[in-house]
């Protein structure tokens, strides 16, 4: 079982940033993927960005790339997402996910850190 915990949500303005924190404890496995995803209200969730934790290749959505940063700390076991110039629409719950690396889904969740841009 792996055990997620979110940290680093809060309100900021336009133009903004934030940087998130995910700690991750528990049977991680050698090889797996980590990422974020987000929820706005009355909204599906969706893929934010994922890192393949062994070599570091990243994966962002359209909607972020240039703007968001993902990336982990092998030594802390702890991933991050280094957001800036936020906009309104970036305004979401933001989870953190665990998968292995040849699993199709992300099978663990962290509980979700709050953001908010105000315009």
């Known amino acids: 079982q792996v055990r997620l915990v979110e940290s680093g949500g809060g309100l900021v303005q336009t133009g903004g940033s934030l940087r998130l924190s995910c700690a991750a404890s528990?049977?991680?496995?050698?090889?797996?993927?980590m990422g974020w995803f987000c929820q706005a209200p009355e909204k599906e969730r969706e893929f934010v960005a994922s890192?393949?934790?062994?070599?570091?290749?990243?994966y962002y959505a359209d909607s972020v790339k240039g703007r968001f940063t993902i990336s982990r700390d092998n030594a802390k076991n702890t991933l991050y997402l280094q957001m800036n110039s936020l906009k309104p629409e970036d305004t979401a719950v933001y989870y953190c996910?665990?998968?292995?690396?040849?699993?199709?889904?992300?099978?663990?969740w962290g509980q979700g850190t709050q953001v908010i841009i105000s315009s």
């Open positions: 996910a665990h998968r292995a690396q040849e699993a199709s889904n992300f099978g663990s």
């Open positions: 528990g049977r991680t496995f050698s090889g797996y993927v």
């Open positions: 890192i393949i934790w062994s070599i570091g290749n990243t």
